[in-house]
């Protein structure tokens, strides 16, 4: 695409974000921190909700803004804006002009219509009414469906509408937009490198491996530029690690569960050799036994730490280390040698304990407080519920919070995307606070278990009114439940039914095989 025309003081541009529920919040702090990569500022025009996609961002020029806009995972595209309105006839005006005035670079290009309702839907012959309708803009150039020149975006911004009753979207066939749009794109964002990290393709992932959207999203975060070195203390099958090695990151991984790690064969490794990366460094640690004696060497630290409900939160027992340790040194030299062959043939994991949750973000930040180097960001996802407080976050006076998106998990999980920045250099007299903890709370993380918010105590009755009815009409018809099966009765009815399915498919393999025979003899 061409550069377009600009000025001394910038220019506006018009970004189309993707509509992706979950990551609504996530939009603005994207678009700050790639702004920050290439030291930067960008200023928006007026504010972002949820019910819309768009909004006007004022750049130094086209260049910078394509940078930018290409490495984020949440924007759409980038356009340049020429006209808008009401209706279709005041923006064809007001895009008339604009090409009059500015549009002289563009004459003898080539370009492609292409057409996007926000919140609704079009029909083709629709669409093709209104591509005709801009032909009296009047672009000179040809129309050239496959590489055009440049591309002129028709918008129509209908937005979200919501069911008073029970709060779910809803896409209308025909509504009177909001507003049209006519821009012509400078650049794509970066969704399409998803595509590439899909998990469906992977060859090395867990039960806990996060999507690609939110690696590279955490990547970006994290200013993650080539030659960067990250590190990511539960790094697990390493789905940060790879977005973080796509935008030129040196990686370090670590985690307690050396079975998520794999081998080299079929492990993370793998995953490093399948997308051409260099073999990122990992090693089986403890973050509360961490083995960084250096200070200031990482630009960021990018975690997902465990939650404790797919994933328990475990860490070395250190006070029965410390005894199998002193057992050990009062060893003689030919017992320790025959036990050390013994823990060679048969290795015996050290012991480990629970990790409260509020001890492992603490450990998190204080570690992150001694290894980033000034400006060095730390990106990782707090659990908390709709009743989050700042509060519950350890701080250290090096870093400074950022922001902190959240994101729901399940009806009573939350997350939030938190980002610190270091500010200074660390001293011995900077103390990680501990996150504050509710009076009569052993952990803060308990009070997600059962919290009172609106939203889960609908939901909680809703689910008590059904099972009532349920056992009213049970109760009513004589209708008895099955008693409920045993571990042993289930794995056995499960291998029952995967037998039954063997059995049904090669009964149909050997059904199409004899009726291909039979065709093929009434051919002959």
Wanted: glycine share 6%; with cysteine.
């Amino acid at each position: 695409m061409g550069t377009g025309p600009g000025d001394e003081n910038g220019v506006e541009l018009l970004l189309f974000f993707a509509h992706l529920p979950d990551m609504t919040d996530f939009r603005i702090d994207e678009l700050q921190s790639c702004a920050a990569i290439f030291n930067t500022k960008v200023e928006l025009q007026g504010s972002l909700d949820r019910s819309t996609c768009f909004i006007k961002a004022k750049f130094e020029s086209h260049d910078i803004a394509r940078k930018i806009c290409t490495r984020m995972v949440t924007l759409k595209c980038c356009l340049e804006l020429w006209g808008e309105g009401l209706n279709y006839d005041e923006t064809v005006k007001n895009a008339a002009q604009y090409y009059s005035q500015k549009g002289a670079s563009f004459e003898n290009s080539s370009f492609k219509f292409v057409f996007d309702a926000f919140g609704g839907k079009v029909s083709w012959d629709e669409k093709v009414r209104i591509f005709n309708r801009f032909a009296d803009v009047g672009l000179k150039g040809d129309v050239v469906m496959k590489d055009p020149q440049e591309l002129f975006w028709v918008i129509e911004d209908v937005g979200i509408h919501y069911d008073v009753k029970d709060g779910k979207t809803k896409v209308h066939e025909r509504l009177t937009p909001d507003r049209i749009y006519f821009a012509r794109e400078i650049c794509c964002g970066g969704r399409k490198q998803i595509e590439r990290y899909s998990l469906k393709t992977r060859k090395w992932i867990g039960t806990t491996s996060m999507i690609p959207d939110l690696c590279m999203l955490m990547a970006n975060q994290v200013g993650v530029v080539k030659g960067s070195m990250v590190w990511d203390p539960f790094c697990g099958t390493g789905s940060t690690l790879i977005s973080c090695s796509h935008f030129g990151a040196i990686c370090f991984g670590s985690d307690l569960d050396g079975r998520a790690l794999g081998t080299l064969e079929n492990g993370i490794q793998a995953n490093c050799k399948q997308y051409g990366f260099y073999p990122h460094d990992i090693m089986r640690m403890d973050l509360s036994q961490s083995c960084w004696n250096r200070h200031e060497i990482l630009e960021g630290i990018v975690s997902d730490p465990p939650y404790g409900r797919r994933e328990s939160r475990k860490k070395i027992d250190t006070e029965k280390q410390e005894k199998v340790e002193s057992f050990v040194e009062a060893l003689t030299e030919e017992q320790k040698s025959e036990r050390l062959r013994s823990m060679l043939e048969h290795y015996i994991p050290p012991p480990k304990t629970e990790y409260t949750m509020q001890d492992l973000m603490t450990d998190l930040v204080d570690k992150a407080a001694k290894l980033l180097t000034v400006g060095g960001r730390l990106v990782y996802w707090h659990p908390t519920t709709t009743n989050y407080d700042p509060s519950e976050l350890p701080r250290n006076p090096c870093l400074e919070l950022l922001s902190d998106p959240g994101q729901s998990v399940t009806i009573r999980l939350k997350r939030r995307l938190v980002t610190m920045r270091k500010t200074r250099s660390w001293s011995p007299t900077d103390v990680t606070s501990p996150p504050t903890i509710a009076e009569g709370e052993t952990d803060f993380h308990y009070k997600h278990e059962a919290h009172d918010s609106k939203e889960y105590l609908e939901y909680k009755a809703k689910r008590t009114t059904k099972k009532n009815a349920s056992a009213e009409y049970r109760e009513k018809h004589g209708i008895k439940l099955a008693p409920k099966m045993t571990k042993s009765e289930r794995r056995k009815f499960q291998e029952a039914q995967i037998e039954k399915k063997r059995l049904k498919r090669e009964e149909q393999k050997r059904q199409n095989e004899a009726a291909s025979r039979d065709l093929k003899n009434r051919k002959e």
